[in-house]
């Protein structure tokens, strides 16, 4: 069965999504995803996995949803931390033994300002079918996927439309 989690804002620019996005992976207890913004008032959103315990928020992020069960995480920034190279962070208590691996992303705004809206998580569903229903105006919604390891992920959809895809693994 999978897991997910979809998080969604409002203000999201349209076209040209993500603004930029960038993959990491390590050991110990901080999980930083770093990614080099373009568009000035982008958000960040990261999405983590560790094989030891469920992250929390560190410094300058909120933590917006997870994955009961494992040591899953979805963090945003929760405000546009700049141009230029930014970070965002998650931190597990494992003694530094925790494997993570993570993808950020900054989203750009329209012509306002970004918004968290609402997150929907979805545990082990039987149908394979992360369900999330709500609209926004200029609404950018981004899902979380974890499968079990003999399973495949093909795609993510949303009112039929497929979704861009990030990292698989």
Same mark, same amino acid.
């Given at each position: 069965?999978? /897991?997910? %989690?979809?998080?969604? $804002?409002?203000?999201?620019?349209?076209?040209?999504?993500?603004?930029?996005?960038? +993959?990491?992976? !390590? +050991?110990?207890? %901080?999980?930083?995803?770093?990614?080099?913004?373009?568009?000035?008032?982008?958000?960040?959103?990261?999405?983590?996995? *560790?094989?030891?315990?469920?992250?929390?928020?560190?410094?300058?992020?909120? /933590?917006?949803?997870? =994955?009961?069960? !494992?040591?899953?995480?979805?963090?945003?920034?929760?405000?546009?931390?700049?141009?230029?190279?930014?970070?965002?962070?998650?931190?597990?208590?494992?003694?530094?033994?925790?494997?993570?691996?993570?993808?950020?992303?900054?989203?750009?705004?329209?012509?306002?300002?970004?918004?968290?809206? /609402? %997150?929907?998580? %979805?545990?082990?569903?039987?149908? *394979?079918?992360?369900?999330?229903?709500?609209?926004?105006?200029?609404? $950018?919604?981004?899902?979380?996927?974890?499968?079990?390891? =003999?399973?495949?992920?093909? !795609?993510?959809? $949303?009112?039929?439309?497929?979704? +861009?895809?990030?990292?698989? =693994?």
């Amino acid at each position: 069965n999978h /897991r997910g %989690t979809a998080v969604s $804002y409002t203000g999201a620019n349209q076209s040209g999504q993500p603004d930029a996005s960038a +993959t990491a992976s !390590g +050991t110990g207890d %901080t999980e930083t995803g770093t990614v080099t913004v373009v568009a000035t008032g982008s958000w960040l959103a990261m999405q983590t996995a *560790n094989d030891s315990a469920e992250p929390t928020a560190g410094a300058g992020t909120v /933590r917006r949803g997870t =994955s009961s069960g !494992g040591g899953f995480g979805f963090f945003d920034s929760n405000s546009a931390p700049g141009t230029g190279s930014q970070s965002i962070v998650g931190s597990t208590s494992t003694g530094g033994t925790a494997t993570w691996a993570l993808v950020v992303a900054s989203f750009a705004p329209d012509t306002g300002s970004i918004a968290f809206v /609402r %997150t929907s998580t %979805t545990v082990n569903p039987a149908s *394979n079918t992360v369900a999330f229903d709500g609209t926004a105006t200029n609404g $950018y919604l981004v899902v979380q996927t974890l499968k079990q390891s =003999s399973q495949t992920v093909t !795609g993510v959809t $949303y009112n039929g439309v497929a979704m +861009t895809q990030l990292v698989t =693994s």
